[in-house]
């Protein structure tokens, strides 16, 4: 079991939170509006808590579920209230139509994040390659990861395993380069090829 908390109250946020509560974690829900953080604590239920915009979170995994311009200003904002943390990033850092990333070649949203990171934080990317959509459709799903910690991408994946899903490392952080290009390219896959956005992203071998 982990012990969790989700910035944002968007529909990731919302979806995350809902596996995570049937996987038996322990979970926090911050959001600006603080109604709006209660009324989805109590929906969760299972002793889901809200907690305060602003201050320490309770979890020792914090998941930013919110745009991804804004998650790094959020995390230099916490400062050290994040000291110690795992810091899961789900952004996907598309321009306005969704056709190029807004990140420059050699960094990513989830470098970004770290560099203003708290000593003994650790940043890890995860969730961005998978719709909230189909990740609400309680499937077990692939959630490619990657990191720099190799605790902490032992803690995201023990965290993703207890949400039905099977995580998968594709190694150091500066592979979230790449996990935020593949965003783009099921935004891609889903306007041509797949032809729809109902669809996943995963790994099959042959052994
Ligand atoms: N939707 C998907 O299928 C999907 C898949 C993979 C990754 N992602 C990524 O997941 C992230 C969230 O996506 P979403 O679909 O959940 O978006 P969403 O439904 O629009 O929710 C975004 C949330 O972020 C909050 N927020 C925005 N700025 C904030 C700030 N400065 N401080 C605190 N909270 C702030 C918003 O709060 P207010 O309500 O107060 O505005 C809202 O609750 C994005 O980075 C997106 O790229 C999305």
Do not use: Y
């Not at 969760?44 to 995994?61: E, Q």
């Not at 321009?95 to 934080?121: F, H, M, R, W, Y």
Request: charge should be negative; hydrophobic fraction near 50%; proline fraction near 2%.
């Amino acid at each position: 079991m982990s012990n969790i908390s989700i910035i944002g109250l968007g529909n990731m946020a919302r979806t995350i939170a809902a596996r995570a509560v049937a996987g038996g974690n322990a979970v926090e829900v911050i959001g600006r509006d603080a109604t709006r953080a209660e009324n989805l604590a109590e929906a969760l239920g299972s002793g889901t808590r809200a907690g305060t915009f602003g201050t320490a979170p309770a979890g020792d995994i914090v998941i930013l579920a919110v745009p991804h311009d804004n998650a790094a200003p959020i995390v230099a904002q916490l400062g050290h209230a994040l000291a110690g943390k795992v810091i899961i990033d789900i952004t996907n850092a598309f321009n306005s139509d969704a056709t190029g990333l807004t990140t420059a070649a050699g960094t990513s949203i989830a470098q970004e994040i770290a560099k203003v990171a708290p000593a003994g934080a650790h940043v890890v990317k995860a969730f961005n390659t998978v719709f909230g959509h189909v990740l609400a459709q309680g499937r077990r799903l692939d959630v490619l990861i990657a990191g720099d910690d190799a605790q902490a991408k032992a803690t995201v994946a023990a965290f993703i395993e207890s949400l039905g899903l099977r995580p998968l490392d594709t190694g150091a952080l500066e592979m979230a380069h790449w996990l935020e290009g593949t965003g783009l390219l099921m935004m891609g896959l889903g306007r041509h090829g797949a032809g729809t956005f109902d669809f996943t992203l995963g790994v099959n071998t042959s052994a």
